[in-house]
């Protein structure tokens, strides 16, 4: 069975950081656009970062550009969304999805896994 599991959220302060991971289990990342997005309270999800496994290529929505990264770990399985500068607007559920079709972007109706999705809170 396919899954993805995310970890890493929490609390923090404005202007502070977290790492969040992105773990498959069933499957690994060769071959898949994985992508973050969020979904903060009384709005529509929204997409944050992709990447391509199959030639590395990343995007990133403007609001996140020059802050957040993201990247593959050595164990094919993970991929990570190091978020720095972290602003209260930045306050959502954060999601991994994955697609193995040739897809490349941030349509969340593209994407056939998700992960339950982790909590992060920016507050001072």
């Known amino acids: 069975q396919l899954q993805l599991v995310e970890s890493g959220g929490g609390y923090v302060q404005p202007g502070g950081s977290l790492r969040l991971s992105c773990v498959a289990s069933?499957?690994?990342?060769?071959?898949?656009?994985i992508a973050w997005f969020r979904q903060a309270p009384g709005k529509e999800r929204e997409g944050v970062s992709c990447?391509?496994?199959?030639?590395?290529?990343?995007y990133y929505t403007d609001s996140v550009k020059g802050r957040f990264t993201i990247s593959r770990g050595n164990a094919k399985s993970t991929v990570w969304l190091q978020m720095n500068s972290l602003q209260p607007e930045d306050t959502a559920i954060y999601y991994c999805?994955?697609?193995?079709?040739?897809?490349?972007?941030?349509?969340?109706?593209?994407?056939?896994?998700w992960g339950q999705g982790t909590q992060v809170t920016v507050s001072s």
């Open positions: 990447l391509s496994t199959s030639d590395g290529s990343t």
């Open positions: 069933g499957f690994t990342f060769n071959y898949y656009t």
């Open positions: 999805a994955a697609t193995g079709s040739t897809y490349y972007g941030l349509l969340f109706s593209e994407y056939d896994y």
